[in-house]
């Protein structure tokens, strides 16, 4: 391809604009798709990561990461992403910050749009990972964005003061409802079954908590309010009752959907929409491999993602020597 990557980007090299078909391309930019771009780059493969609008994945809206090795006192979400990016491009990584919107793995070299621009490479590894899930009420869409969200680091500070509820019953709800005790007056909590389903510490933290109330068997109905949140209308799972819970805010915290869309008619989509992998990171397609939560339906945690990332960048830097489109002497010796 001739035409130029669009400076809109704002991360590609001014003398690397005319490069469109590169060895590796890794579409996502959270934990897998960045470790992958560490190792592509750091084979000298030059990898282009098509990182998306909303770049480096859902860390970006989690808050304190506790987990993560190397962090004895934990780290902020997007702290961590930023400095996985840093050490991607560092290495020769080169990110654009829009979404794909079409790939063809039907043959070789494979073929990327993001737009009207069109990338290709002789390898891919895909890393979407995957979105929050929202209940799916006309009511909890209309006040998106006025009292309703999905993300507490990026929307707790304007809650302060203020009573919240947080559906779901999680450790993403559990985390959401610890960290919104650092600005709400009060957090109520709607689990919809009659348990938690998050780890045992995560549930310990929010039943310890003097600002957390905890409802078992509670749904969303609806949300109500006129420019902002009010009230939620609250329906027992067990009773079918109705009763009115008067707050500011709603925090949706109910689990993740895979971002397969764009490969529905490429790569095989299983239960749940998760990508099927074969072996550790094949898609089923010589040359596309896949890493991190849009097939991860078990652990989906960001170490795993990562070392996800690791293992793909490995596997396609190895098939590349192996089909002659690097030297096999410079396959790196990882």
Not at 122 to 131: E, L, R
Not at 160 to 185: I, K, M, P, S
Not at 250 to 261: E, L, R, S
Request: glycine content about 10%.
């Amino acid at each position: 391809m001739t035409a130029t990557v669009p400076p809109a980007t704002g991360t590609l090299d001014a003398d690397r604009r005319d490069t469109r078909h590169r060895k590796v391309a890794i579409i996502g930019s959270g934990p897998a798709g960045l470790t992958a771009a560490i190792y592509a780059a750091r084979a000298n493969l030059e990898p282009i990561v098509i990182a998306g609008n909303v770049p480096m994945g859902q860390l970006m809206i989690t808050s304190d990461v506790e987990n993560y090795p190397g962090f004895p006192k934990g780290i902020q979400g997007p702290e961590l992403m930023q400095q996985f990016r840093e050490q991607a491009e560092r290495f020769g990584a080169t990110l654009v910050e829009r979404d794909a919107t079409k790939v063809d793995f039907s043959q070789r070299p494979f073929r990327i749009w993001v737009g009207d621009d069109e990338y290709r490479a002789d390898a891919v590894i895909v890393a979407t990972g995957a979105s929050a899930l929202w209940l799916g009420l006309p009511s909890e869409e209309a006040f998106r964005g006025r009292g309703v969200s999905a993300c507490a680091t990026c929307d707790g500070f304007f809650f302060r003061g203020r009573d919240v509820a947080v559906v779901g019953g999680g450790d993403t709800a559990l985390e959401e409802a610890t960290f919104l005790t650092r600005f709400a007056n009060k957090i109520t909590m709607l689990v919809r079954r009659d348990a938690f389903r998050g780890s045992k510490i995560m549930q310990d933290r929010a039943m310890r908590d003097p600002k957390i109330e905890i409802l078992f068997n509670k749904q969303v109905a609806e949300v109500k309010g006129e420019k902002t949140v009010n009230a939620l209308t609250v329906r027992d799972t067990a009773s079918g009752e109705t009763s009115e819970l008067a707050v500011q805010g709603m925090f949706v915290a109910i689990g993740y959907k895979p971002n397969t869309d764009l490969f529905a008619d490429q790569l095989t989509v299983g239960s749940g929409g998760y990508l099927e992998i074969v072996g550790e990171t094949g898609s089923g397609i010589e040359g596309v491999f896949v890493a991190g939560d849009v097939h991860d339906d078990h652990y989906r945690q960001a170490v795993t993602a990562a070392g996800d990332g690791c293992k793909a960048a490995i596997d396609a830097e190895r098939w590349l020597a192996s089909v002659g489109e690097i030297e096999t002497s410079t396959a790196t010796n990882w």
